[in-house]
């Protein structure tokens, strides 16, 4: 039996709150990241990002002694008996397909370390990659830098993951199934065997494992997350036709439908768009990955592009209001791409943000978790924006508000709030947060999907 029962390789979002958990459940632990400033965090119990829960349960397991980081990839593979590879599998930014390049190099780095290794050790894909990866990528990776056999000194499986940004810690510790990839009978087993202790009377009607091809797992990752954002593009774009005509809400729209036991409630919500790093990677990689292959995925690529509208039609409603943004005050409400997160890897506030200086405004900027993290994404995109750290602080004098993010303390404002703070009281709801009718009798006002007559 080996120090601990499983290595990570990856510490960011999907790792981190992975190793955490398990380690929450009394598994200990080791995972291995190569920035050392985010391994000594990590070791001190502090999370190197935001995410709701993490930091007091990565303070436990630390102190526990069930949680270690290593900046050695061999070290974290050589003193486990499972090794779950969770890197990047961002987009190339010329032709939106996948990057593989983290991927490779922990295939490589994990082989290299099973070379020096005698025991059976199974190795678990859990990033998000395009059909044939794990197979012919990862374990040719394995077998040739080891010199060892997969299905009889290593084994292999891709376990996809659904956790969701803002309740990644709930989604792990009660998902609703477990999609294993088995290369062989035995990598399957063994994973499952992990899983049914881990997650113990969970497993059942409510959560089933469900084993398959290590191919068939792949692309359940990629079907699962266009199915989703589908859906909210999908309501987008009726909250769109909503609008064209006075009275109509798109909320009871999405009601109606939602109440429907063959679609549900669930990613019907209309706002200005999806964003975070699952949603635009994966759709693009997907529809990228077809193409190479002779098929265009059209209905995935409308997708897409009507996500990508939707940001700016924030700006399109606020234009009603003000008339023009040359020489206005934008307010931003919210700049993480949801609540729960301080994630803004594609977030609308970028895409609203840049549109409104382009049309000649000022920018400022409010989030209560996200003010570090935006500051980065911004200078990336090089937009002007001033941040500040309360929301009567961004709402002060300026001529419009957009809500970009429905966090908590966003929901109890009232309109005499806008009244009291802005040069302009004026307020478009890009999360459908506020009570139309009570916003747009004393302020000028716009919602998402609500012609209001």
Same mark, same amino acid.
């Given at each position: 039996m080996s120090e601990y029962e499983i290595s990570i390789v990856g510490t960011g979002f999907v790792g981190l709150v992975t190793a955490v958990c398990f380690a929450d459940r009394g598994i200990k632990t080791i995972c291995s990241t190569r920035n050392e400033k985010n391994a000594e965090l990590i070791n001190q119990g502090i999370p190197p990002f935001f995410e709701n829960g993490l930091a007091e349960l990565l303070k436990k397991v630390v102190d526990e002694g069930n949680l270690v980081c290593v900046t050695s990839r061999e070290e974290a593979v050589l003193k486990s008996d499972v090794t779950l590879i969770i890197v990047g599998t961002p987009f190339n930014h010329i032709d939106k397909s996948i990057n593989l390049d983290y991927m490779k190099q922990a295939g490589t780095d994990i082989g290299k370390a099973l070379a020096k290794k005698d025991d059976y050790h199974l190795v678990a894909v859990r990033s998000t990659v395009v059909p044939g990866t794990s197979r012919n990528m990862v374990g040719k990776e394995l077998t040739e830098l080891s010199g060892?056999?997969?299905?009889?000194?290593?084994?292999?499986?891709?376990?996809?993951?659904?956790?969701?940004?803002?309740?990644?810690?709930?989604?792990?510790?009660?998902?609703?199934?477990?999609?294993?990839?088995?290369?062989?009978?035995?990598?399957?087993? %063994?994973?499952?065997?992990?899983?049914?202790?881990?997650?113990?009377?969970?497993?059942?009607?409510?959560?089933?494992?469900?084993?398959?091809?290590?191919?068939?797992?792949?692309?359940?990752?990629?079907?699962?997350?266009?199915?989703?954002? %589908?859906?909210?593009?999908?309501?987008?774009?009726?909250?769109?036709?909503?609008?064209?005509?006075?009275?109509?809400?798109?909320?009871?729209?999405?009601?109606?439908?939602?109440?429907?036991?063959?679609?549900?409630?669930?990613?019907?919500?209309?706002?200005?768009?999806?964003?975070?790093?699952?949603?635009?990677?994966?759709?693009?990689?997907?529809?990228?990955?077809?193409?190479?292959?002779?098929?265009?995925?059209?209905?995935?690529?409308?997708?897409?592009?009507?996500?990508?509208?939707?940001?700016?039609?924030?700006?399109?409603?606020?234009?009603?209001?003000?008339?023009?943004?040359?020489?206005? %005050?934008?307010?931003?409400?919210?700049?993480?791409?949801?609540?729960? %997160?301080?994630?803004?890897?594609?977030?609308?506030?970028?895409?609203?943000?840049?549109?409104?200086?382009?049309?000649g405004a000022k920018v400022k900027g409010y989030d209560p978790k996200a003010k570090e993290s935006a500051e980065e994404a911004f200078g990336q995109d090089g937009t002007e924006i001033v941040f500040v750290d309360s929301v009567e602080e961004v709402v002060k004098d300026t001529d419009c508000a957009i809500v970009c993010a429905e966090w908590d303390e966003f929901l109890e404002l009232k309109p005499e709030f806008f009244i009291n703070n802005m040069r302009t009281p004026c307020v478009v709801d890009g999360r459908r947060i506020y009570d139309a009718l009570e916003f747009s009798k004393q302020l000028k006002y716009r919602i998402i999907g609500h012609k209001l007559e």
């Open positions: 060892k056999e997969l299905g009889k000194d290593i084994g292999l499986v891709m376990q996809p993951e659904f956790l969701a940004e803002g309740r990644s810690i709930e989604d792990t510790f009660w998902p609703d199934r477990i999609v294993i990839g088995e290369y062989d009978e035995r990598s399957g087993e %063994t994973l499952q065997k992990l899983y049914e202790r881990f997650y113990g009377d969970h497993i059942g009607e409510n959560c089933p494992i469900i084993r398959m091809n290590i191919e068939s797992a792949e692309l359940v990752k990629y079907a699962n997350n266009s199915f989703l954002a %589908t859906k909210i593009s999908f309501i987008n774009e009726i909250s769109r036709i909503a609008e064209l005509v006075p009275g109509v809400d798109v909320g009871k729209v999405s009601n109606g439908i939602g109440l429907d036991y063959r679609i549900n409630h669930r990613f019907l919500n209309s706002g200005v768009g999806w964003g975070g790093s699952c949603f635009p990677k994966d759709l693009n990689a997907i529809v990228a990955f077809s193409r190479s292959k002779g098929l265009e995925a059209k209905l995935i690529q409308s997708a897409i592009d009507v996500n990508d509208d939707q940001a700016l039609h924030a700006i399109e409603l606020a234009e009603e209001l003000l008339g023009s943004f040359n020489g206005k %005050t934008i307010a931003l409400l919210g700049l993480a791409f949801k609540p729960g %997160t301080d994630d803004m890897r594609y977030a609308p506030s970028r895409r609203i943000a840049s549109k409104a200086v382009s049309l």
